[in-house]
């Protein structure tokens, strides 16, 4: 079946860094593409999609391109800052389903 | 502002009582819901997909005895943690699609611990 493979946490990086979390999906044609965060606390927020293969989606300084030759969807930030930590999860759209991938925890210190 | 509630946002209950928990979609509606929980730094498992107007559609591996869902109009569906035991404490999510169905609104959640 469809699945979401991605990197394992947590990720601890310095303010300013460069960050990347590597996502793989395993899928029978080409479903949408997300990456969603979960802040401390908080619910599930959608940062930012792709639903096609050579989209880029962007949002708050992330960027994530549908790679359909990878099967991938990286996530990546130039410049880290302590207020993005927290949960990233990267997920497919399969017929109105939500699969996440396990989800990688992001530590930012000043 | 939030597009999809959830009641109650936090529950605490004795073992082998039931639970309910509501879903709202607010401002649209949603004849399709989904389910889903996660454990403690573990991602979200879909658990069923709540249908207005029909049966629920659970995943393998949810008791559907359980695990009651009820989705009793266009924007409100429940699902009722039925004798409840302490390996049900979880967070409980729900989730409504937009109209286009690619993106999802979630609910904020729902903490359960079962004494």
């Known amino acids: 079946g469809d699945s979401v493979t991605q990197m394992e946490g947590p990720v601890t990086l310095s303010e300013e860094a460069f960050l990347t979390i590597n996502c793989t999906y395993t899928?029978?044609?080409?479903?949408?593409l997300f990456w969603y965060v979960q802040y401390p606390g908080e619910g599930l927020q959608l940062l930012l999609k792709?639903?096609?293969?050579?989209d880029k989606g962007s949002n708050k300084g992330f960027e994530a391109t549908y790679r359909k030759e990878t099967t991938s969807f990286h996530l990546e930030k130039g410049s880290v800052q302590v207020s993005d930590s927290a949960v990233y999860f990267c997920a497919l759209n399969r017929d109105d389903k939500i699969i996440f991938g396990k989800g990688t925890r992001l530590h930012i210190l000043p | 502002g939030a597009v999809v509630s959830q009641h109650p946002s936090r529950v605490i209950c004795k073992s082998g009582t039931s639970v309910k928990i509501e879903c709202r979609s607010l401002?649209?509606?949603?004849?399709?819901m989904f389910w889903y929980r996660q454990f403690p730094k573990q991602s979200l498992m879909l658990m069923a997909t709540s249908n207005e107007g029909s049966k629920a559609t659970y995943e393998q591996g949810v008791e559907k005895d359980k695990f009651l869902i009820n989705h009793a109009s266009l924007t409100l569906s429940t699902l009722t943690v039925t004798s409840a035991h302490p390996e049900d404490s979880s967070f409980y999510i729900c989730?409504?699609?937009?109209?286009?169905?690619?993106?999802?609104?979630f609910g904020p959640g729902t903490r359960l611990t079962v004494l």
């Open positions: 401002d649209f509606q949603a004849t399709t």
């Open positions: 899928a029978t044609g080409y479903p949408s």
């Open positions: 989730s409504a699609p937009m109209t286009s169905g690619v993106e999802q609104f």
């Open positions: 792709a639903t096609k293969a050579d």
